[in-house]
């Protein structure tokens, strides 16, 4: 079982070429929002740690509202690039 977390930028892709936490994938909302499962996490344990962030912690709220209804079950919003670096820390 993988213990490191799944970290998702969920800013839009020219936000996350700007900067992002080191490892992290770039899921943007609209790609939460379609009523199936993104993609990227089609083979992602319900399980797996996944902490999120955006900007403000608003995009990656609403996210991971959407991923526990996708059933998955340690879902963390780190609010922002900056705290989930102090998280990995």
């Known amino acids: 079982m993988n213990t490191a977390p799944l970290i998702i930028d969920t800013r839009e892709p020219f936000e996350y070429q700007m900067s ?11 790609e939460f929002m379609t009523g199936v499962i993104p ?11 996944i902490i999120l962030y955006c900007r403000s912690g608003q995009r990656s709220n609403t996210c991971s509202m ?6 998955f079950t340690n879902v963390v919003n780190g609010t922002s690039e900056q705290r989930v670096k102090q998280m990995l820390r």
């Open 39 to 49: 993609e990227k996490l089609k083979d992602i344990s319900k399980d797996q740690l």
């Open 20 to 30: 992002h936490v080191d490892n992290a994938i770039n899921i943007p909302p609209d």
């Open 66 to 71: 959407i991923l526990s209804q996708f059933g």
